[in-house]
C-alpha cells in the first residue's frame, strides 16, 4: 500500500510560480514511476507531467511544456512540481500518483495509487 501527500497548492497571480510536493509512504519509492494530473471544475482528469523510477526520463503534456518541471528525490521519498509563468488554465486540483510500470504515464489507468490532492488558482 502506497500512501501519497500532496502540499504546496495555493492561490497565485498570473505569472507567478508554486511548487508542489508530494510525500510516498512506502519502502520502495524507487520502485514507482510518478506523475502529476489536475482536473480543473467541469472537467475529466488530465495528464500533467510523469517522472521516471530515477528521474533520468520526464514527460510534459504540451501546454506546460517550459513552464513546470518535475523531479524527485527517491532519499526524502518525494516528487516535485514546480510552476512558473501560471496562467489562469493551470487553475485545478493537482493529484500526485504512483504507479509499478511506464506504460500509460500520461494514462489515469497507468497509475495504482492517488493522493487527495492539492488545489492550484490562479487569478488573472
Known amino acids: 500500500q502506497v500512501q501519497l501527500v500532496e502540499s504546496g497548492g495555493g492561490l497565485v497571480q498570473a505569472g507567478g510560480s508554486l511548487r508542489l510536493s508530494c510525500a510516498a509512504s512506502v519502502r520502495t519509492f524507487s520502485m514507482y514511476f510518478m506523475g502529476w494530473f489536475r482536473q480543473a471544475p467541469g472537467k475529466e482528469r488530465e495528464f500533467v507531467a510523469a517522472?521516471?523510477?530515477?528521474?533520468?526520463?520526464?514527460y510534459y503534456v504540451d501546454s506546460v511544456k517550459g513552464r513546470f518541471t518535475i523531479s524527485r528525490d527517491n532519499a526524502q521519498k518525494t516528487v516535485t512540481l514546480q510552476m512558473n509563468s501560471l496562467k489562469p488554465e493551470d487553475t485545478a486540483v493537482y493529484y500526485c500518483a504512483a504507479g509499478r510500470t511506464s506504460g500509460g504515464y500520461d494514462l489515469i489507468t497507468g497509475y495504482d495509487y492517488w493522493g487527495q490532492g492539492t488545489q492550484v488558482t490562479v487569478s488573472s
Open positions: 517522472i521516471s523510477w530515477r528521474g533520468g526520463s520526464t
